[in-house]
Structure formats: C-alpha cells, structure tokens
T-cell receptor, first 114, second 112 residues
Framework: GAGVSQSPSNKVTEKGKDVELRCDPI?????LYWYRQSLGQGLEFLIY????????KSGLPSDRFSAERTGGSVSTLTIQRTQQEDSAVYLC????????????FGPGTRLLVL | AQSVTQLDSQVPVFEEAPVELRCNYS??????LFWYVQYPNQGLQLLLK??????LVKGINGFEAEFNKSQTSFHLRKPSVHISDTAEYFC??????????FGAGTRLTVKP
C-alpha cells in the first residue's frame, strides 16, 4: 500500500476485556515495529519484527501484551485483560529492512480503557 | 543503551520568528539521528535524518538540524516559522534500526 495503515483508529473498551490492534505495513517492508505513546509521555518502544520473527520481546510492558506477524506482512498486537494504564496511542512503523535507517509510521490506534 | 533528552517540553513562538528545538543524546557507539513531527491526530512524519557525512542536514518544510558529536546534540532549527508548523516534534536515536529511542517530545506552538 501507499503507507502504513492501522485499525481500528479508535478503540474504547472496558477494563478486563481483550483487544486486538492491527497493522498493515508498507508493501515489501520486512521490518515492523510497535510503539506506545501515552498522554504526556514520549514514545515507548514495544517490539519489532524481522520478517515473522520477534527477536526481543523485553520491551513489552507485561505478559498481557503479545504480538504476532504472519506472512511477513500484517501484524497484530493483542492486549489481554486491559487495564486503564493501557490507554494510549499505539503506533506501528515499518522499514524496508531491519537495518534500514528510516521507519515509516502509521496514524496510530487510540485506545481508551474505561 | 542509547537515550534521548529533549530539553524543552513546550516552545511558544510568534509567526515568522526563528526557532530551535533542542535534543541531546547519549550513546557509546555511532548512531543514526532523526527528527519526526506529529501533527494533531496524525502519525509521525520524518522531518530529517542524520546517518553520516555532512553534519548539517536539511529536511522538509524548511527545517534543518546540525549534528554535533562533541556536544552529543542534534538541535532542530527553522529560520522563520509558520502557523502550520504547530505540532509535536520528536527527536530519536538509533544505534541500529531495530531499537529506536525517542525523546519525550517538544510541543511547538506558533502564534500569530
């Protein structure tokens, strides 16, 4: 596609529910990244994929967070048993290769946990 | 690991005035440096990047930044700002592209 797309753009959920956030990277980009942007804070790196593999999952905030990528394309970030502190904008980015210097960002998913 | 400090959380400035947004980083190895801009309710857009070579980097929308290795800085500048430059600006550093670290952001507000 022309750019990185994310869905949904906004998600409101109740505390304790599970949510799935989707990212479609730029076609042909092998590397994919997830970030979280909380109100009043900077961007927090969560996880990256090199192809379908995530070499380092230590950036995920807790074991309620998981991510997968299939077919070297679409990625899903899942948050189980959501908490209010999970409320944030979740940004996805992709780059041509995992060592490419430029990441291209999607518009983000704004998650609100009530 | 690398880290980034943006020294000003908010920068108000009048239209057509010059602006400098400050960024300092720490790293034990060579780095790539970036500035991203985030307009309201939008994703991040790359303004400019330093990979190697000339320390003065020119980006989109009239912005430029200078890499200063001795001061570990990568300040962003524009000689004359417009109302449309009002946005959040993020400095970022990457030792390798698999782990990019961002600063907390600087909110630039351009007043008429």
């Amino acid at each position: 596609g022309a750019g990185v797309s994310q869905s949904p753009s906004n998600k409101v959920t109740e505390k304790g529910k599970d949510v799935e956030l989707r990212c479609d990277p730029i076609s042909g980009h092998t590397a994919l990244y997830w970030y979280r942007q909380s109100l009043g804070q900077g961007l927090e790196f969560l996880i990256y994929f090199q192809g379908n593999s995530a070499p380092d999952k230590s950036g995920l905030p807790s074991d309620r967070f998981s991510a997968e990528r299939t077919g070297g394309s679409v990625s899903t970030l899942t948050i189980q048993r959501t908490q209010q502190e999970d409320s944030a904008v979740y940004l996805c980015a992709s780059s041509l290769e995992w060592e490419a210097e430029t990441q291209y960002f999607g518009p983000g998913t704004r998650l609100l946990v009530l | 690991a690398q880290s980034v400090t943006q020294l000003d959380s908010q920068v108000p400035v009048f239209e057509e005035a010059p602006v400098e947004l400050r960024c300092n980083y720490s790293s034990s190895v060579s780095v790539y440096l970036f500035w991203y801009v985030q307009y309201p309710n939008q994703g991040l857009q790359l303004l400019l990047k330093y990979l190697s070579g000339s320390t003065l980097v020119k980006g989109i929308n009239g912005f430029e930044a200078e890499f200063n290795k001795s001061q570990t800085s990568f300040h962003l500048r524009k000689p004359s700002v417009h109302i449309s430059d009002t946005a959040e600006y993020f400095c970022a550093v990457s030792e390798k592209n698999n782990d990019m670290r961002f600063g907390a952001g600087t909110r630039l507000t351009v007043k008429p």
